[in-house]
């Protein structure tokens, strides 16, 4: 049993330091051998100073299937992000708003508490769009101009995007 908790250990906190690796890499758009020894350092000493939790990262398999995904819910993300911020400036310069904003229930079919968690902050981010609320697989969302009340419809239209990839990276 020791040696299975261990191992377990082990495997959050690689994907812990993975995960700030990568972060520290693409904050400093290079590969440079210095940058990348120095952030592999940084990394380390912060994946040990917050391994109390690393146990969040034991949701992700890094796997070449899951970076593929991660890289394309990024680009997912950032054209919806794009999309949305274009879509609120027509609103706002519009000569008559023409809105019906509303809180719609959303439903997940992720599992993961972590996934679910980057499910709402990407929701929230992307402009008139904001979660307000969770429970267990239900995600209330205030949205600027409401277009599907349906659960399964709001879903799609809120949400569909993003969690196709996320249901491969958090399972």
Not at 106 to 116: D, V
Not at 145 to 160: C, R
């Amino acid at each position: 049993m020791h040696g299975a908790a261990t191992g377990n250990t082990r495997r959050q906190l690689f994907s812990l330091w993975l995960t700030l690796l990568l972060i520290w890499l693409v904050a400093n758009d290079s590969l440079a051998p210095e940058i990348v020894l120095v952030g592999a350092v940084v990394a380390a000493l912060l994946a040990v100073l917050f391994a109390p939790f690393a146990r969040v990262y034991a949701d992700i398999r890094w796997t070449p299937r899951v970076l593929l995904n991660a890289f394309a819910f990024l680009g997912v993300f950032v054209w919806e992000l794009v999309l949305a911020n274009l879509n609120v400036a027509r609103l706002v310069f519009s000569p008559r708003i023409d809105i019906r904003p509303g809180i719609v229930e959303i439903k997940t079919r992720l599992k993961s508490p972590l996934g679910r968690m980057v499910l709402a902050n990407a929701i929230t981010l992307t402009p008139g769009t904001l979660v307000v609320d969770i429970r267990d697989d239900s995600l209330f969302i205030h949205w600027i101009n409401v277009t599907a009340t349906d659960p399964v419809a709001a879903t799609q239209e809120v949400a569909g995007r993003f969690e196709k990839y996320l249901k491969v990276i958090y399972g």
